[in-house]
C-alpha cells in the first residue's frame, strides 16, 4: 500500500474505473507498472480479477474491488483531503465527493462510540488491548 501507483489504482477503482486500458488512460502509468500494480492489488485480495469479452474480441479481465478493498475508502478519502487542504494551491480542490442520494458534499471526520466529534490527536489516549491490557505482553504470555 505504500507505493504511489498502488493508491492511485485504488482511487481509480473508488470511482469506478475497472478496465487495464482505463485504468492506464487515467493514470498515465507505463503498461509494465500498472500490470505489476494491480497483479499486487489482486494477490493482497484488494481487487478481484473478473473476465470480461466485448463483443468479437476476445476474453479480457477488469479489476473490481473486493470487501476488504472497499473498507480502505475512507483513508483513500481522509488522504484526498489532506491533500485538497494542502496541496490544492489555488483552494479548488482536483475533484469534489458529492453524496449520491442528496448531492451533498462528503467528508470524513473522526468520532467515538457515544457519537462525539474528535478533532486530532490531542484528544485521544491510546490504551493497549487484548494480552497487553490483562498485562501480558508478546513476550510473557498468561498463565
Known amino acids: ?17 475497472r478496465r487495464f486500458a482505463d485504468l492506464q488512460r487515467a493514470l498515465g502509468a507505463p503498461k509494465a507498472v500498472l500490470t505489476d ?8 485480495d484488494l481487487l478481484a480479477r473478473v473476465p470480461y469479452r466485448d463483443e468479437g474480441a476476445r476474453q479480457r479481465h477488469e479489476y473490481r474491488l473486493t470487501e476488504r478493498g472497499r ?8 488522504l484526498m483531503q489532506w491533500g485538497d487542504r494542502w496541496l ?7 475533484l469534489t ?3 449520491r442520494g442528496c448531492g451533498e458534499p462528503v467528508s470524513l471526520g473522526l468520532r467515538c462510540a457515544a457519537g462525539h466529534d474528535v478533532g486530532g490527536p490531542r484528544e485521544v489516549v491510546a490504551t493497549p488491548s487484548g494480552r497487553e491490557r490483562a498485562g501480558e505482553t508478546a513476550d510473557t504470555p498468561a498463565g
Open 1 to 17: 500500500m505504500g507505493e504511489k501507483w498502488s493508491l492511485l489504482v485504488l482511487r481509480e477503482a473508488f470511482l469506478g474505473v
Open 37 to 44: 500494480r494491480l497483479n499486487s492489488l489482486v494477490a493482497q
Open 71 to 78: 473498507d480502505l475508502y475512507p483513508a483513500v478519502v481522509a
Open 88 to 94: 490544492a494551491g489555488d483552494g479548488v480542490p482536483p
Open 97 to 99: 465527493l458529492e453524496h
